[in-house]
């Protein structure tokens, strides 16, 4: 009897639970999500403000940023790629750098080197995007669950009430 229970459930979760109403769901889903806007920067770390400046004014009398990184950056992972950062949501960024790049538009260097606890930074803000949502392959898996989840509480329910009907009626 447990095998023929556990048989119909799986049948009638199978015709619940179908490709195209993971793939409706996550497409409702993701319409309404807001947008997330996202920042990809580049930048030169240096330990003064000495050297901070001193890379200003190279930039400013027409030197290329990314060879500057390459050459001065104390952020070797970055300044191997000319300073270039991925994108982050604003509010990943150290918050002195945040506020520095808020009025930029992309292709502009900061004004003047930005201090955090890890030195100076000069900074140029390269893009900004809205983020992508995740990829349905990402979440199909997680929806697929969770409408199953529901397709079997309501399966149950649906029998219950079935249940209780018949009882009444004997």
């Given at each position: 009897?447990?095998?023929?229970r556990?048989?119909y ?5 199978d ?5 195209e109403?993971?793939r409706a769901?996550?497409d409702?889903?993701?319409?309404a999500i ?6 990809r ?5 240096l ?9 200003s ?5 027409g ?13 070797t992972?970055?300044g ?14 150290p ?6 790049v808020?009025?930029?538009k ?7 080197p ?6 100076f930074?000069?900074v140029?803000?390269d893009?900004v995007?809205?983020a ?7 979440l ?6 969770s409408?199953?989840s529901?397709?079997i ?9 079935g249940?209780a009907?018949c009882?009444e009626?004997v």
């Amino acid at each position: 009897e447990q095998a023929l229970r556990s048989a119909y459930l799986s049948q009638e979760v199978d015709k619940a639970v179908t490709d195209e109403s993971v793939r409706a769901f996550y497409d409702k889903q993701v319409k309404a999500i807001a947008p997330v806007q996202e920042i990809r920067l580049s930048h030169i770390l240096l330990k003064t403000r000495e050297e901070a400046d001193k890379v200003s004014t190279a930039l400013a009398s027409g030197q290329a940023f990314e060879t500057l990184a390459k050459e001065s950056s104390a952020d070797t992972v970055s300044g191997r790629e000319g300073g270039s950062l991925s994108f982050l949501k604003k509010e990943a960024l150290p918050a002195e750098i945040a506020f520095a790049v808020a009025g930029m538009k992309p292709g502009e260097v900061a004004k003047a080197p930005i201090q955090t606890p890890l030195g100076f930074h000069v900074v140029r803000l390269d893009e900004v995007r809205n983020a992508p949502p995740p990829s349905f392959e990402e979440l199909a898996p997680r929806i697929r669950q969770s409408l199953e989840s529901a397709a079997i509480q309501s399966i149950v329910a649906r029998l219950q009430i079935g249940r209780a009907s018949c009882r009444e009626r004997v």
